[in-house]
């Protein structure tokens, strides 16, 4: 009826999410084999991925290159890399597109985990970057760069350190950019998020790297009338 297929979000495989997988390196390979032999070829079959582009981490621990065979495309998470999930900061863009002098972890950007699974052979238009419709902040922070220390997370309409574009947008504008990405400070909170621009620049990329496209979460941090979705829209066209 309305449904053209199925998506997996599983966090993650063979590694540690909110809790911890020990099914094996080859798990993934199976379950994805499995799900396409029983929707067949006309079906969608995709999933949602780590973008861990770590020595080791989580691309590491699962065949996403063998399981690739069987999807139409991986829906790679290329962002929530940082956050106020460490209140005390370092304050850093939490969906960087490239890495950058002071990054708190070398290999947590957009760039790394596509290369990472280019270099395991997965085929470059089964990859789409992920774009956030929201912002991650920390309060208590005194630095405008990124990089500064900070007391605990930003306010947020819903959760603590979280808020959409679309009230970011106005309420703590832009200031400056990194790694091809967005941040702001306002008073004492410390904001990354992607605008239109930063979307722009980031299609752009996709498109030289020879990817799938891009996909986002989720529709409601977009302004009324579709800023960021019409920027993924004209920048892969």
Same mark, same amino acid.
């Given at each position: 009826?309305?449904?053209?297929g199925?998506? *997996?979000?599983w966090e993650?495989? +063979?590694?540690?999410?909110l809790s911890c997988?020990?099914?094996?390196?080859?798990?993934?390979k199976?379950?994805?084999?499995?799900?396409?032999?029983?929707?067949?070829?006309? /079906?969608?079959?995709?999933a949602?991925?780590?973008?861990?582009?770590?020595s080791?981490?989580?691309?590491?621990?699962?065949?996403?290159?063998g399981?690739?065979?069987?999807?139409?495309?991986?829906?790679?998470?290329? /962002?929530?890399?940082f956050?106020?999930f460490d209140?005390d900061?370092?304050?850093?863009?939490?969906?960087?597109?490239?890495?950058y002098?002071?990054?708190?972890?070398?290999?947590?950007?957009?760039?790394?985990?596509?290369a990472?699974?280019k270099?395991?052979?997965?085929?470059? +238009?089964?990859?789409? *970057?992920?774009?956030?419709?929201y912002g991650?902040?920390?309060?208590g922070?005194?630095?405008?760069?990124?990089?500064?220390?900070?007391?605990?997370?930003?306010?947020?309409?819903?959760?603590?350190? *979280?808020?959409?574009?679309k009230v970011l947008?106005t309420?703590?504008?832009?200031?400056g950019?990194?790694?091809?990405?967005?941040?702001?400070?306002?008073g004492? +909170?410390?904001?990354?998020?992607?605008?239109p621009?930063t979307?722009?620049?980031?299609?752009?990329?996709?498109? +030289?790297?020879?990817?799938?496209g891009?996909f986002?979460?989720?529709?409601?941090?977009?302004t009324?009338?579709?800023?960021?979705?019409?920027?993924?829209?004209?920048?892969?066209?």
């Amino acid at each position: 009826d309305v449904f053209d297929g199925i998506d *997996i979000d599983w966090e993650y495989p +063979n590694a540690c999410g909110l809790s911890c997988d020990t099914s094996g390196a080859a798990a993934y390979k199976n379950l994805m084999q499995a799900l396409r032999a029983k929707f067949g070829a006309g /079906y969608l079959v995709t999933a949602a991925t780590t973008a861990d582009g770590t020595s080791g981490g989580k691309i590491d621990a699962a065949d996403y290159a063998g399981a690739a065979q069987y999807v139409n495309w991986y829906n790679v998470m290329s /962002y929530d890399f940082f956050g106020a999930f460490d209140a005390d900061g370092p304050t850093a863009p939490h969906s960087p597109l490239t890495t950058y002098n002071g990054i708190p972890q070398p290999g947590f950007t957009t760039a790394d985990a596509i290369a990472k699974f280019k270099s395991k052979g997965v085929p470059a +238009n089964k990859l789409l *970057i992920g774009i956030g419709f929201y912002g991650r902040g920390w309060t208590g922070v005194t630095q405008d760069a990124p990089g500064g220390a900070a007391t605990g997370p930003a306010p947020g309409t819903y959760e603590q350190g *979280i808020e959409d574009y679309k009230v970011l947008k106005t309420s703590c504008p832009a200031t400056g950019t990194i790694a091809g990405t967005a941040y702001a400070k306002c008073g004492s +909170n410390w904001w990354s998020y992607d605008t239109p621009a930063t979307i722009g620049s980031k299609m752009t990329w996709a498109k +030289n790297q020879g990817l799938g496209g891009a996909f986002f979460w989720e529709f409601s941090g977009d302004t009324a009338n579709g800023e960021l979705v019409s920027a993924i829209n004209s920048g892969l066209s």
